[in-house]
Nanobody
Framework: QVQLEESGGGLVQPGGSLRLSCAAS????????MAWYRQVPGKEREWVAS???????NVAPSVKGRFSISVDNGENTGFLQMNSLKPEDTAVYFC???????????????WGQGTQVTVSS
C-alpha cells in the first residue's frame, strides 16, 4: 500500500554530481525519518546518510563533505545529493524511511528497491 521508489541513478564521471530521489507513494501522512544505504556485490550494506524526525542529519565519514540528505515533506520525497563522486561510490543505493500513514500513528519502516550508481574512471 505504501512504497518507496528510488530514481536518479546512472553513469557519472568521477568528480561529477548526481541527485537521487526517494518518492513515497500510496497512503502516507508523513515521512518521519529517512536514511540512505548502499551495497556492492560481495560486501556488506553500508550506511550512507540519515535524517531524523527532528531535522538532524548525519553522513558516513566516507562521504562527509560530499553527500547531503534532505526530505521534501510536501512531496513526501527524500533526496541524496552526491557531489565530487568517486569510483568507490559505485553501488546500488537504497532509501529507507520511517513513515506514518495517519497523524500520530504507528511508524512503519519501508525500503526502496534500489537504484544503480556507477562512477566511471
Amino acid at each position: 500500500q505504501v512504497q518507496l521508489e528510488e530514481s536518479g541513478g546512472g553513469l557519472v564521471q568521477p568528480g561529477g554530481s548526481l541527485r537521487l530521489s526517494c518518492a513515497a507513494s500510496g497512503r502516507i501522512f508523513s515521512i518521519n525519518a529517512m536514511a540512505w544505504y548502499r551495497q556492492v556485490p560481495g560486501k556488506e550494506r553500508e550506511w550512507v546518510a540519515s535524517l531524523t524526525s527532528g531535522g538532524a542529519s548525519n553522513v558516513a565519514p566516507s562521504v562527509k563533505g560530499r553527500f547531503s540528505i534532505s526530505v521534501d515533506n510536501g512531496e513526501n520525497t527524500g533526496f541524496l545529493q552526491m557531489n565530487s563522486l568517486k569510483p568507490e561510490d559505485t553501488a546500488v543505493y537504497f532509501c529507507n524511511a520511517w513513515i506514518r500513514v495517519v497523524s500520530g500513528g504507528v511508524r512503519h519502516e519501508i525500503w526502496g528497491q534500489g537504484t544503480q550508481v556507477t562512477v566511471s574512471s
